[in-house]
């Protein structure tokens, strides 16, 4: 087997419909390409009261629970899942993302609604990962449809 052949997918979810259609597409694609698929949430305080009220081992607990069920739901779908790992971490998603393409085949990640504040506060996920990422980026919408972006510097990949 190949380095390439080893290297899991990652797949980054926010419980949001999109990344649900993303996580499900890189699970079918890993059992189809018989790679691992990392799945990955980054949690962090958004809010006033997350910052307030929430402290940080309740974030994590409620990340890993929502990782765990999610998962548990799409491989359930599944008659020959692939080898699935979740992996629950704070921080920056684009910068957590964008670290973990590095070892990535591909990052899958849902297609998102954006706004300005979010933008401003936290920079477009997808576009950082896109421009940034070491791997090629697959997007997925609600729907299921597919778009790839390959990375700037190809030669990045093959590390």
């Not at 990640?109 to 990422?133: E, F, P, W």
Request: charged share 20%; hydrophobic share 45%; with cysteine.
């Amino acid at each position: 087997m190949s380095i390439s052949e080893d290297r899991p997918i990652v797949v980054g979810i926010d419980g949001s419909t999109n990344s649900l259609a993303a996580l499900r597409w890189a699970l079918r694609e890993g059992a189809a390409v018989g790679a691992p698929v990392e799945v990955l949430h980054c949690w962090t305080a958004q809010t006033l009261p997350d910052l307030v009220l929430a402290p940080a081992h309740e974030l994590k607990i409620a990340s890993i629970c929502m990782l765990h069920n999610e998962v548990e739901a799409a491989v359930a779908e599944m008659p020959d899942p692939p080898t699935v790992t979740e992996i629950s971490l704070s921080g920056d998603p684009a910068g957590r993302l964008v670290g973990r393409s590095a070892h990535a085949r591909l990052l899958v990640l849902g297609v998102r609604q954006t706004t300005v504040m979010r933008d401003l506060a936290h920079g477009a996920i997808g576009t950082v990962c896109r421009k940034q990422a070491r791997s090629p980026v697959v997007t997925v919408d609600r729907a299921g449809s597919v778009s790839w972006h390959h990375p700037l510097h190809p030669e990045l990949v093959s590390g």
